[in-house]
């Protein structure tokens, strides 16, 4: 099928609060901050971004701001296989408890089972799903979003940090490892092949990394019993404390539950209205996460986009109007402004599909 970009395809949860729409989601800022830093502050890092000029740079950024700084880098940035530098500093792929529980869980398939269970949210741009293929056990990992010129180090980084794992665990390099990647080979390719020693395919069918399963269910040889139950135990109430402090978790909800009341987008005021606060007060918040009450509500109407425009029995009119516009013409000139294309243009590859 036809897909809108960049339209989140990620599920929500349904664990209370309501899920933010990916791009929405915020992400700690520091390590970025720290390469803006290092390159003299350069203005083409944060172009495109809601914190293009800001100072102090706040301590957390929107998924969306994340994914432009590290498509700067990739297109205008002094090296392009940045991110391969900081995987041979061994930079950690995650923060807190995580990144713990992996290293001394008891095998790699356990380790695999964690990351396919947490790490999707974490910040959510990609989807982990273990399966067994044969003799091998692999874990894929495919965009969520639209990742644009992001592509290349959203999907190395993690597998090169998964396939230095698997080595960690066998106590030398993962021979008996593959590594695949979605996409031709990228300029750096031979980096990419000397950092994993495995055997590597691009243009594969999908993003993955495959284990042998006699060597994935191998005991770990750093497996410290005491440490990946802590671990373990610490990665779900990291989870819950998460999704607790979501900054903008009562936002959320106020919009959820007055579309549903209005089967339409609400407008600043009924959301500011709901929360028993100005509008003011609502804009500042935003404004703190990197976003405008314009741009939050966009991601907020993405998922329902698609689902939209592939039903047939709805006329353009409808869609429109579900989606809180005006009329057609103004929804039609905001999606190709969005889009680049009109939604009858949409439709229409959709039935040829």
């Excluded at 933010?20 to 083409?44: K, S, V």
């Excluded at 498509?71 to 061994?90: C, D, I, M, S, T």
């Excluded at 939050?296 to 329902?304: G, K, L, T």
């Excluded at 402004?337 to 590859?349: D, I, L, M, V, W």
């Amino acid at each position: 099928m036809t897909k809108i970009e960049p339209i989140p395809a990620g599920q929500e949860r349904c664990d209370p609060p309501p899920e933010l729409a990916i791009e929405l989601r915020t992400t700690p800022a520091a390590f970025m901050r720290q390469i803006f830093d290092d390159l003299g502050r350069p203005g083409w890092m944060t172009a495109g971004t809601l914190i293009a000029g800001r100072e102090p740079w706040p301590d957390r950024i929107t998924v969306r701001d994340h994914l432009a700084i590290i498509g700067n880098l990739v297109q205008h940035g002094p090296n392009p296989a940045y991110h391969v530098e900081f995987f041979k500093a061994r930079v950690p792929l995650y923060y807190g408890a995580l990144e713990s529980a992996m290293r001394y869980a008891p095998s790699i398939a356990e380790a695999f089972a964690l990351i396919a269970e947490y790490a999707s949210e974490r910040p959510g741009w990609l989807r982990f799903e273990l399966r067994e293929c044969g003799d091998w056990l692999e874990l894929g990992l495919e965009p969520t979003i639209a990742l644009g010129a992001a592509r290349g180090p959203v999907i190395e980084v993690p597998l090169l940090a998964f396939a230095n794992l698997v080595s960690r665990y066998l106590g030398r390099p993962a021979w008996e490892t593959r590594v695949l990647f979605g996409y031709a080979p990228p300029d750096h390719a031979a980096q990419l092949r000397e950092q994993l020693e495995c055997e590597v395919t691009f243009a594969a069918p999908r993003n993955a990394i495959q284990v042998r399963r006699e060597f994935a269910e191998r005991p770990n040889i750093v497996f410290d019993r005491d440490l990946w139950l802590a671990a373990r135990d610490k990665c779900a109430a990291e989870r819950r404390a998460r999704l607790a402090a979501e900054p903008l978790g009562d936002l959320t909800s106020a919009f959820d539950r007055l579309q549903a009341m209005r089967n339409r987008p609400p407008r600043l005021g009924e959301v500011a209205g709901q929360m028993g606060l100005s509008q003011r007060t609502v804009i500042r918040r935003l404004h703190d996460n990197g976003l405008t009450y314009a741009s939050y509500r966009e991601a907020r109407e993405q998922p329902h986009l698609e689902r939209l425009l592939g039903d047939p029995s709805l006329t353009l009119e409808e869609v429109a109007a579900q989606l809180g516009y005006a009329d057609s013409s103004t929804f039609s000139r905001s999606f190709k402004r969005r889009f680049g294309q009109t939604p009858g243009q949409f439709r229409k590859a959709l039935d040829a599909s």
